[in-house]
């Protein structure tokens, strides 16, 4: 058997002749891109809501009065809480000479039969994406707001003010990227094809890009674990679907996923979107999209907009909104007229 | 930085021979910089012995192109007595499983040690051992077949 590796070894293709300068090029093209945050910040930006969520509950724990006994222990949880952080990039300025800022803000969303609380951009920014857009965005005089590349309109740089929008509503929302509700999840199929038959007759959508999209926030909602490993296996059988067996992810794990091609934006071409789920617990880690091809200066298979599952969890916690910021006002967005 | 520069510059030869050995000399170049402006980009992930890890983003990236061309370029084969062995060689390869070409060309190929192959896959290595052990099996099988042994002597008589 040694032998037979040893003859493998030899007839091993000859090692390609490393191209010097591409290779000094490269290096110099890759170390000024941005790269992503410490894991300290990440550690901390990552599990602050936890913490938060672990701090009330022990609060409520040792200050609120007992449950009374009509609450049985088993009985369904009261909310489904999703708490996600957003990024995407924009490219603004002069066409001439653009730069790309980066939007970057948390949703924080509970949702039950009857009500929907939602608070949007939380701690969120509009800032210039890496050392060289932000450069630039000095170079242009640091402008507050910045025109869209092929827009428009135009953006505004800094911080974003956080919104809560609270609503009175009738069963459950099917995902986050569809209108149609539900009385119940209960009667979703568990069968792929079946579900799929369903998300199709429930919504009229039929392309697999659509159907993909439903599919993925239904995974992200309070459904059963069958029912959301057979939106997952939906997802993997549906046209152009690629399956990604080993995707790595923050702190050194790994997912798996699904890719499929996307509409372009009016920004970006050659775009597909990725679902990746833990594979432990089948639950969403990150929806992103990602350019197939080089484009604004960003390499091929580079995020351009991302949604990252922080938390997905059924609750009796009543939601907890920042006290400071008027309900159901009007959301000051960072796109803004020019 | 500067470990960034001199980890790029140590590894960068063997992540290229690795993507030129899966994925064809045409995309070996793309696939090594895209390997390392993901791993630039993750770097607070990079561990100290970064080639494993670095190979495990290349072999995604190599999936996803999906091209496995290397068995179909033999030409880069030297004309020698040991030329009907090599090409009997990777023939036999090509014929097995993907998963079984990848664990026997991080080793025989890429000169992996079996626990940094395991890395690269993604498995313990007493898990690499078993793939290791029944990849050497079934290409040894692929080898003695007849019709190897009839392609050789049609090689012989060409």
New interface residues.
């Given amino acids: 058997m040694e032998d037979l590796m040893k003859e493998l070894a030899q007839a091993a293709p000859p090692a390609p002749e490393v191209d010097r300068d591409r290779m000094e090029r490269d290096l110099v093209r890759i170390i000024a891109l941005p790269r992503e945050r410490t894991a300290r910040t990440q550690f901390l930006r990552r599990f602050a809501p936890l913490v938060a969520v672990a701090a009330v509950i022990a609060l409520a724990v040792v200050v609120l009065p007992r449950p009374t006994p009509t609450v049985q222990p088993g009985a369904p949880a009261q909310w489904w809480h999703v708490l996600t952080e957003q990024s995407s990039l924009m490219v603004v300025g002069d066409p001439a000479n653009p730069y790309l800022v980066q939007f970057s803000s948390k949703t924080d969303q509970w949702l039950s039969a009857n009500r929907q609380v939602t608070v949007v951009q939380k701690d969120g920014r509009v800032e210039p994406y890496s050392s060289v857009d932000e450069a630039r965005w000095e170079m242009a005089g640091k402008p507050a707001t910045a025109p869209q590349v092929g827009g428009s309109r135009a953006v505004r740089i800094g911080p974003m003010r956080p919104s809560v929008q609270k609503a009175d509503v009738s069963g459950f929302q099917m995902s986050m990227h569809s209108h149609v509700r539900l009385d119940s999840f209960d009667s979703l199929p568990t069968d792929p094809a079946e579900l799929k038959k369903t998300l199709e007759n429930l919504t009229g959508e039929k392309t697999p890009y659509r159907i993909a999209t439903l599919a993925m926030g239904l995974m992200a909602s309070n459904v059963r674990d069958d029912q959301r490993r057979a939106a997952f296996e939906l997802l993997k059988m549906l046209d152009g679907v690629r399956f990604l067996d080993r995707v790595s992810l923050r702190e050194g794990s790994f997912g798996v996923g699904v890719a499929i091609a996307a509409p372009a934006t009016f920004q970006f071409s050659n775009v597909e979107t990725q679902l990746v789920v833990n594979p432990e617990t089948g639950l969403p880690v990150v929806k992103r999209d990602l350019i197939t091809t080089p484009q604004h200066g960003l390499p091929a298979m580079w995020p351009i907009s991302e949604e990252e599952y922080l938390l997905l969890d059924r609750t009796t916690i009543d939601p907890i909104v920042p006290g400071d910021v008027p309900v159901n006002g009007e959301v000051e967005s960072p796109i803004v007229e020019r | ?1 500067e470990d ?2 001199d980890v ?2 140590e590894c ?2 063997r992540v ?2 690795y993507a ?2 899966h994925a064809g ?1 045409r995309l ?3 696939i090594t ?2 390997t ?3 791993a ?6 990079m561990p100290s012995n970064a080639l494993p890890w670095l190979l ?2 290349a ?3 190599v ?2 192109s999906r091209r496995q061309v ?1 068995h179909d ?1 033999i030409d ?1 084969v030297p004309i020698t007595d ?1 030329f009907v ?2 090409v009997e ?2 023939a036999a ?1 090509a014929g097995l499983s993907e998963g079984d070409q990848e664990v ?2 991080l ?3 890429h000169g992996l040690p079996a626990a940094e192959a395991a890395q690269v896959l ?1 498995c313990t290595t007493a898990t690499f051992f078993v793939r290791l052990h029944r990849a ?1 099996r079934r ?2 099988a692929a ?1 003695s077949t007849s019709n190897f042994d009839r392609a050789r002597e049609s090689w012989k008589t060409s």
Avoid: C, H
Wanted: charged share 30%.
């Fill in positions: 930085m960034f520069s790029y510059r960068y030869p290229l021979a030129a050995s000399a070996a170049e793309d910089s895209e390392f402006t993901i630039w980009r993750k770097l607070d992930q495990g983003i072999r995604n990236l999936k996803a290397w370029e880069d040991d062995r090599v060689l990777r390869l026997l060309t080793i025989a190929w993604g050497r290409l040894k080898l």
